[in-house]
Protein backbone atom coordinates (compact mmCIF):
# COMPACT_ATOMS: atom_id res chain seq x y z
CA UNK A 1 0.00 0.00 0.00
CA UNK A 2 1.38 3.34 -1.18
CA UNK A 3 2.35 5.55 1.76
CA UNK A 4 3.29 9.11 2.27
CA UNK A 5 4.89 10.99 5.70
CA UNK A 6 5.21 14.75 5.68
CA UNK A 7 7.10 17.01 8.06
CA UNK A 8 6.85 18.92 9.84
CA UNK A 9 2.77 18.53 10.91
CA UNK A 10 2.69 22.52 11.82
CA UNK A 11 5.06 25.42 11.37
CA UNK A 12 5.18 29.08 12.61
CA UNK A 13 7.13 31.28 10.79
CA UNK A 14 7.75 35.10 10.22
CA UNK A 15 7.18 37.13 7.13
CA UNK A 16 10.72 37.25 5.12
CA UNK A 17 11.35 33.32 6.58
CA UNK A 18 12.17 30.21 4.36
CA UNK A 19 10.56 27.68 4.87
CA UNK A 20 11.52 23.87 3.77
CA UNK A 21 8.80 21.20 3.79
CA UNK A 22 9.57 17.97 3.77
CA UNK A 23 7.54 14.77 1.94
CA UNK A 24 8.66 10.96 2.11
CA UNK A 25 6.83 8.48 0.42
CA UNK A 26 6.34 4.38 -0.59
CA UNK A 27 5.35 3.53 -3.72
CA UNK A 28 5.10 0.39 -5.76
CA UNK A 29 6.64 1.91 -9.12
CA UNK A 30 6.67 5.73 -8.43
CA UNK A 31 4.80 7.28 -11.42
CA UNK A 32 4.51 11.20 -10.09
CA UNK A 33 4.85 13.39 -6.72
CA UNK A 34 2.51 16.40 -6.39
CA UNK A 35 2.02 18.97 -4.33
CA UNK A 36 -0.86 21.15 -3.41
CA UNK A 37 -2.15 24.09 -1.14
CA UNK A 38 -5.10 24.17 0.88
CA UNK A 39 -6.41 27.21 2.14
CA UNK A 40 -10.07 27.23 3.41
CA UNK A 41 -11.37 25.31 0.76
CA UNK A 42 -10.39 23.00 -1.85
CA UNK A 43 -6.67 22.19 -2.71
CA UNK A 44 -4.99 23.98 -5.47
CA UNK A 45 -2.40 22.36 -7.39
CA UNK A 46 1.18 23.59 -6.93
CA UNK A 47 3.64 21.22 -8.61
CA UNK A 48 4.24 17.71 -10.44
CA UNK A 49 7.37 15.78 -10.61
CA UNK A 50 8.86 12.77 -12.09
CA UNK A 51 11.51 10.91 -13.33
CA UNK A 52 11.41 13.07 -16.14
CA UNK A 53 11.21 16.18 -14.08
CA UNK A 54 12.73 16.49 -10.64
CA UNK A 55 12.55 20.35 -10.15
CA UNK A 56 10.15 22.55 -10.58
CA UNK A 57 10.03 26.87 -10.18
CA UNK A 58 7.07 29.31 -9.80
CA UNK A 59 8.05 32.13 -8.52
CA UNK A 60 9.01 32.21 -4.46
CA UNK A 61 7.90 28.59 -4.49
CA UNK A 62 10.46 25.59 -5.77
CA UNK A 63 10.47 21.65 -4.93
CA UNK A 64 12.87 18.83 -5.66
CA UNK A 65 12.33 15.01 -5.91
CA UNK A 66 15.11 12.70 -4.86
CA UNK A 67 14.26 9.30 -6.23
CA UNK A 68 17.18 7.58 -4.15
CA UNK A 69 15.93 8.84 -0.85
CA UNK A 70 12.05 8.39 -1.87
CA UNK A 71 11.53 11.82 -0.62
CA UNK A 72 10.95 15.59 -2.10
CA UNK A 73 11.02 18.91 -0.37
CA UNK A 74 8.82 22.02 -1.39
CA UNK A 75 10.82 25.42 -0.60
CA UNK A 76 9.24 29.24 -0.39
CA UNK A 77 11.25 31.91 -0.03
CA UNK A 78 10.62 35.23 1.44
CA UNK A 79 7.17 33.92 2.99
CA UNK A 80 4.41 36.22 3.29
CA UNK A 81 1.26 36.06 5.06
CA UNK A 82 -0.60 34.84 2.11
CA UNK A 83 1.36 31.71 2.24
CA UNK A 84 -0.45 30.32 5.00
CA UNK A 85 -2.48 27.04 4.31
CA UNK A 86 -1.77 23.44 4.16
CA UNK A 87 0.71 21.83 1.77
CA UNK A 88 -0.50 18.46 0.96
CA UNK A 89 2.36 15.82 -0.62
CA UNK A 90 0.90 13.10 -2.47
CA UNK A 91 2.46 10.37 -5.23
CA UNK A 92 1.03 7.78 -7.59
CA UNK A 93 2.22 4.68 -8.54
CA UNK A 94 2.15 2.45 -11.81
CA UNK A 95 0.78 0.06 -10.47
CA UNK A 96 -2.20 1.77 -8.25
CA UNK A 97 -3.48 3.65 -11.32
CA UNK A 98 -4.45 7.18 -11.02
CA UNK A 99 -4.89 6.61 -7.34
CA UNK A 100 -3.02 9.65 -5.75
CA UNK A 101 -2.67 8.50 -1.76
CA UNK A 102 -1.94 11.83 0.08
CA UNK A 103 0.16 13.00 3.39
CA UNK A 104 -1.01 14.19 6.20
CA UNK A 105 -0.20 17.75 5.47
CA UNK A 106 1.82 20.66 7.10
CA UNK A 107 0.23 23.49 8.76
CA UNK A 108 1.95 26.95 7.35
CA UNK A 109 1.71 29.93 9.30
CA UNK A 110 3.49 33.30 8.63
CA UNK A 111 3.13 36.11 10.65
CA UNK A 112 3.43 39.60 9.84
CA UNK B 1 -15.36 25.88 -17.50
CA UNK B 2 -16.92 25.31 -14.40
CA UNK B 3 -14.25 22.42 -13.65
CA UNK B 4 -15.75 19.80 -11.02
CA UNK B 5 -18.90 20.94 -9.10
CA UNK B 6 -20.48 19.67 -5.80
CA UNK B 7 -23.30 19.88 -4.62
CA UNK B 8 -24.51 20.60 -1.41
CA UNK B 9 -22.02 22.49 -0.13
CA UNK B 10 -23.47 22.09 3.79
CA UNK B 11 -25.60 19.35 5.08
CA UNK B 12 -26.96 17.87 8.50
CA UNK B 13 -28.28 14.58 8.57
CA UNK B 14 -29.42 12.49 11.50
CA UNK B 15 -27.70 8.95 12.14
CA UNK B 16 -29.36 6.54 9.67
CA UNK B 17 -30.54 8.58 7.00
CA UNK B 18 -29.48 8.26 3.60
CA UNK B 19 -27.89 11.29 0.92
CA UNK B 20 -26.17 11.81 -1.89
CA UNK B 21 -23.30 13.91 -2.65
CA UNK B 22 -23.50 15.32 -6.45
CA UNK B 23 -20.21 15.09 -8.63
CA UNK B 24 -19.87 16.65 -11.88
CA UNK B 25 -17.35 17.74 -14.12
CA UNK B 26 -17.09 18.96 -18.13
CA UNK B 27 -13.07 18.19 -18.22
CA UNK B 28 -13.89 14.94 -20.17
CA UNK B 29 -11.81 13.70 -17.42
CA UNK B 30 -11.20 9.96 -17.28
CA UNK B 31 -10.38 9.51 -13.77
CA UNK B 32 -12.41 10.68 -11.18
CA UNK B 33 -12.40 9.99 -7.24
CA UNK B 34 -13.81 10.79 -3.26
CA UNK B 35 -12.10 11.94 -0.39
CA UNK B 36 -12.91 12.64 2.86
CA UNK B 37 -10.75 15.11 4.78
CA UNK B 38 -10.66 15.09 8.70
CA UNK B 39 -8.60 16.99 10.97
CA UNK B 40 -4.66 15.78 11.36
CA UNK B 41 -5.61 13.28 8.63
CA UNK B 42 -4.84 14.76 5.27
CA UNK B 43 -7.58 13.55 2.19
CA UNK B 44 -8.30 9.95 2.39
CA UNK B 45 -9.55 7.74 -0.58
CA UNK B 46 -12.94 6.80 -0.55
CA UNK B 47 -13.93 5.58 -4.12
CA UNK B 48 -12.57 6.24 -7.20
CA UNK B 49 -13.21 5.49 -11.35
CA UNK B 50 -11.12 5.18 -14.22
CA UNK B 51 -14.08 5.36 -16.52
CA UNK B 52 -17.79 5.03 -17.04
CA UNK B 53 -18.84 1.32 -16.01
CA UNK B 54 -15.83 1.04 -13.38
CA UNK B 55 -15.50 1.76 -10.00
CA UNK B 56 -13.14 0.19 -6.62
CA UNK B 57 -12.81 1.06 -3.59
CA UNK B 58 -10.20 3.08 -2.09
CA UNK B 59 -9.02 3.80 1.66
CA UNK B 60 -12.10 3.92 3.44
CA UNK B 61 -14.95 3.04 1.45
CA UNK B 62 -16.83 1.05 4.36
CA UNK B 63 -20.38 2.58 4.06
CA UNK B 64 -20.13 4.94 1.10
CA UNK B 65 -21.56 3.69 -2.50
CA UNK B 66 -20.51 5.26 -5.94
CA UNK B 67 -21.50 4.36 -9.72
CA UNK B 68 -20.05 5.90 -13.07
CA UNK B 69 -23.07 5.89 -15.89
CA UNK B 70 -21.52 8.77 -17.41
CA UNK B 71 -17.86 10.03 -17.73
CA UNK B 72 -19.12 13.52 -16.64
CA UNK B 73 -21.36 12.35 -12.89
CA UNK B 74 -20.08 10.68 -10.32
CA UNK B 75 -22.06 10.72 -6.93
CA UNK B 76 -21.45 9.48 -3.14
CA UNK B 77 -24.34 8.03 -1.48
CA UNK B 78 -24.10 7.55 2.05
CA UNK B 79 -26.34 4.67 3.06
CA UNK B 80 -27.22 5.16 6.92
CA UNK B 81 -25.52 8.11 7.98
CA UNK B 82 -23.54 7.58 10.96
CA UNK B 83 -21.60 9.99 13.12
CA UNK B 84 -18.10 8.90 12.29
CA UNK B 85 -18.86 10.03 8.18
CA UNK B 86 -19.47 13.44 9.74
CA UNK B 87 -16.60 15.14 7.38
CA UNK B 88 -15.56 17.34 4.78
CA UNK B 89 -16.33 15.63 1.10
CA UNK B 90 -13.89 16.16 -1.97
CA UNK B 91 -14.23 15.14 -5.78
CA UNK B 92 -11.92 15.35 -7.46
CA UNK B 93 -11.39 14.37 -11.19
CA UNK B 94 -7.93 14.54 -13.89
CA UNK B 95 -7.02 12.88 -16.80
CA UNK B 96 -5.10 9.66 -15.94
CA UNK B 97 -1.50 10.75 -15.30
CA UNK B 98 -2.20 14.34 -15.00
CA UNK B 99 -3.04 16.87 -11.65
CA UNK B 100 -6.00 16.14 -10.18
CA UNK B 101 -8.97 18.98 -10.09
CA UNK B 102 -10.58 19.17 -6.99
CA UNK B 103 -14.55 20.41 -6.31
CA UNK B 104 -15.25 23.32 -3.89
CA UNK B 105 -15.92 20.54 -0.83
CA UNK B 106 -19.25 19.34 0.86
CA UNK B 107 -19.36 19.40 4.38
CA UNK B 108 -21.46 16.61 6.44
CA UNK B 109 -22.80 16.71 9.94
CA UNK B 110 -24.06 13.68 11.25
CA UNK B 111 -25.86 14.21 14.47
Known amino acids: EDKVVQSPLSLVVHEGDTVTLNCSYEVTNFRSLLWYKQEKKAPTFLFMLTSSGIEKKSGRLSSILDKKELSSILNITATQTGDSAIYLCAVRGQTSGSRLTFGEGTQLTVNP | NAGVTQTPKFQVLKTGQSMTLQCAQDMNHEYMSWYRQDPGMGLRLIHYSVGAGITDQGEVPNGYNVSRSTTEDFPLRLLSAAPSQTSVYFC??????????FGEGSRLTVL
Open chain 2, 92 to 101: ASSYMTGELF
